[in-house]
Nanobody, 118 residues
Framework: QVQLVESGGGLVQPGGSLTLSCQGS????????VGWFRQAPGKARERLSC???????SYADSANGRFTMFSDNLETTMSLQMNGLKPDDPAVYYC????????????WGQGTQVTVAS
């Protein structure tokens, strides 16, 4: 079973940057497609990005041009670099595994809180 632990969230000013990390255990993350999603209070889950088994990255419109996914050389950590954070970006951010990008999420962690405020 895959276990995922997200970290790196925190408070940042508008326009600032954060790098979130997703540490996987159980199996190497390159056995799966891996995605990031977020959920803010009272709002639906929002897909942000995904890296497929072929290594192709895709991004939602809200993330495109601002967020970048990358993994370490050992494929045990999948990170999300977030630049230009906006006041509507605050949420709990989760990483998750999927069979294919666009599929339902199979496993996800506890999430990490991102807050954007002056």
């Amino acid at each position: 079973q895959v276990q995922l632990v997200e970290s790196g969230g925190g408070l940042v000013q508008p326009g600032g940057s954060l790098t979130l990390s997703c540490q996987g255990s159980g199996v190497p993350l390159d056995y799966y497609a891996v995605g990031w999603f977020r959920q803010a209070p009272g709002k639906a889950r929002e897909r942000l990005s995904c890296i497929s088994l072929d290594g192709d990255a895709s991004y939602a419109d809200s993330a495109n041009g601002r967020f970048t996914m990358f993994s370490d050389n050992l494929e045990t950590t999948m990170s999300l670099q977030m630049n230009g954070l906006k006041p509507d970006d605050p949420a709990v951010y989760y990483c998750a595994t999927l069979t294919r990008c666009g599929d339902a999420y199979d496993y996800w962690g506890q999430g990490t809180q991102v807050t954007v405020a002056s």
